[in-house]
């Protein structure tokens, strides 16, 4: 198999071995034979010996292997039915035959680990973004073939998720993050800063009457970081790839720890332990939550309620800043052991055209990662998309490098304890940034 580079290599000898010939006169000045230009002509199927751009691109088109088939991993219910889908409308185009398999995005990545050596394992698979630390350490996944196109097209958040040390690996099929949910019967506008949340909720609330008018999960960090991030913190730097730099007890993790201080003084006043999943969504769906953050995994249940609700972006900080919430990223990965790498990388590609996100969203309501579709009138006219996806566009992936398993825990716990007890936030952050340090310090 002649791959893309090898490809590309063979294109520059052949032309610039045309040029040679093109530049050496005959005895009557005149440039090479007629014979040797139509030689040219015929090898690049064109009239003319130099190429059109359109003739370059097919010549620089990667070579699919001949008898190529493929397998599919991808989840069950509307993720399995889009992949039956497409795997049908990429055989009408391209006759290559795919068998779709059921393996979760979050078995996949294990599964490889023996498959994929073994030459069992699917060509392309679907897997979260955080996994793909551990697929490129394992050799088990080859780059995105296409990337400078992904890069241009598709949201900075899926690009950065599904990039490891500089090199694209995914093709991604969908991004979630969390917004601001309020209930359409208490809130006429949706707030456009925290301040005019604090206002709204401190308003409605009744507490003897189990009245809130604000909620979210207070000791989460991938809930705190829209605050965090939006004030200026972060965790890894270097878009979150430099574990020897972490930035949560900096001035910005202070000022989100403050705001979140004042968000339990005015409008909050119950413990960290005693804030669940299960109480806000029976809250809001009774019509005793105003405001809730939270994601798309939330709106099944709702619409189930029958409570009138939307979807808005997170309101602005007191800097002016949006906040910047975490971002997770579905995408699909070309197995490094495929002997098809050409073929599925293909597949991998019309998976994520902007036809096929488009069904995926119409299945199953994911948000579709391509900057196109974001002003896709379908799209635009759903209102929980649409306010997922502004959102989105303000977010960034959460770390994928293996450090930051060890960051979860510590932050949460601070910010529960200041949270409770509303102590001084900076000795309890340097406390944990300590505690992140020597658990690094320790894996190495």
């Known amino acids: 198999m002649i791959g893309r580079k090898s490809l590309g290599l063979l294109l520059m000898c052949v032309l610039l071995i045309w040029s040679m010939a093109a530049c050496s006169n005959n005895e009557n000045g005149e440039s090479a034979s007629n ?30 292997e001949e008898d190529a088939s493929l397998i599919v991993w991808d989840n069950g219910g509307s993720d399995l039915e889009w992949a039956q889908f497409v795997a049908e409308k990429f055989t009408d185009e391209y006759g290559i035959p795919v068998e779709v398999q059921e393996v979760s995005q979050s078995d996949a990545p294990t599964k490889l680990q023996t498959d994929g050596p073994a030459g069992l394992g699917a060509d392309v698979f679907l897997a ?14 080859l780059e995105n073939f296409y990337a400078e196109e992904y890069r241009e097209n598709f949201l900075e958040a899926s690009v950065i998720g599904t990039t490891m040390e500089g090199v694209l690996y995914g093709y991604p099929t969908a991004i979630d993050t969390y917004a601001l949910i309020y209930n359409k019967d208490l809130v006429e506008t949706p707030p456009a800063t925290m301040d005019e949340l604090i206002e709204q909720a401190k308003a409605f609330n009744d507490l003897a009457n189990d009245r809130y008018g604000f909620m979210m999960e207070v000791g989460n960090l991938y809930f705190l970081h829209g ?31 403050k705001l979140m201080q004042r968000i339990h003084e005015e409008i909050l006043p119950l413990k960290n332990e ?8 029976t809250l809001f769906t009774e019509g005793k939550l105003m405001f809730d953050i939270n994601g798309p995994w939330a709106i099944a249940a709702l ?26 990223v579905r995408a699909y990965y070309v197995n490094a052991y495929s002997e098809y790498p050409e073929a599925a990388s293909l597949y991998a590609k019309f998976a994520t055209s902007e036809d096929m996100l488009l069904k995926k969203y119409e299945l199953s309501g994911q948000l579709p990662p391509r900057k196109s579709l974001l002003e896709n009138e379908q799209i635009k006219s759903d209102e929980i998309a649409s306010g997922f996806l502004a959102q989105a566009s303000s977010a960034v992936p959460m770390p994928n490098i293996p450090q930051m398993s060890v960051v979860w825990d510590p932050v949460g716990n601070a910010f529960a304890t200041l949270w409770n ?21 320790l894996s190495e």
């Open 35 to 64: 014979e040797q230009n139509e030689n040219v002509s015929t090898s690049n199927g064109a009239e003319n010996a130099e190429a059109s751009p359109d003739e370059e691109a097919v010549l620089e088109a990667p070579p699919i």
């Open 128 to 141: 979260p973004h955080d996994q793909i630390g551990s697929l490129v350490a394992s050799g088990l996944i």
């Open 227 to 257: 605050f965090i991030a939006g004030y200026g913190g972060y965790v890894f730097g270097d878009n979150n790839t430099n574990k020897d730099d972490i930035g949560l007890n900096n001035e910005g993790t202070v000022q989100a720890a």
């Open 274 to 281: 005693d804030i669940n999943y299960g109480l806000k969504e």
């Open 303 to 328: 619409k189930e309620s029958g409570v009138s609700f939307g979807v808005a972006p997170l309101p602005k900080l007191d800097n002016g800043k949006q906040p910047i919430s975490f971002s997770g």
């Open 421 to 441: 007890e509303q102590s001084d936030p900076k000795p309890l952050l340097d406390a944990a940034l300590q505690q992140i340090e020597d658990a690094i310090s």
